[in-house]
């Protein structure tokens, strides 16, 4: 599923999109670890986590990341919004916690994988 159809399927706010929009993801990895988000970060993973910090900089810039899900409606600051932009990575926030907006983000994917969903 393309990474803006996910976004408005979960109800996420999209604060930085682009080209990132149009990547399919095909992975989703979900927590609060900079090492476990960075043990599976790559091209098509959606990460969805809370960190928003310095650390969340240093992952965009290292990995191919086509986007970042933050959850509880977190706000992150210039630096990271400008980070995402120039590594290409599209930043969306859902007001849901982690638990409610990887439910949402299953459902959406499952969904579409079985052909159901679709207008």
């Known amino acids: 599923m393309k990474l803006g159809e996910l976004a408005l399927k979960i ?3 999209m604060l930085v999109g682009g080209p990132a929009v149009r ?8 927590g609060d670890r900079m090492s476990d988000l960075l043990g599976e970060a790559g091209d098509g993973t959606l990460l969805v986590t ?4 310095v650390g969340l900089m240093r992952l965009l810039e290292l990995m ?6 933050l959850v ?4 992150p600051d210039d630096a990271v919004l400008e ?12 007001r849901e916690g982690m638990f409610e ?12 994988a079985r052909g159901q969903g679709r207008e």
């Open 23 to 30: 990547k399919e993801i095909t992975r989703v990895c979900a």
């Open 101 to 112: 907006t990887c439910g949402r983000i299953y459902l959406a994917m499952y969904a579409d």
């Open 11 to 13: 109800g996420a706010r």
């Open 83 to 94: 980070t995402a932009k120039s590594c290409g990575a599209a930043l969306m926030v859902s």
């Open 50 to 53: 809370h960190v928003t910090n």
């Open 72 to 75: 509880k409606g977190a706000e």
């Open 64 to 69: 191919d990341v086509p986007g970042i899900c």
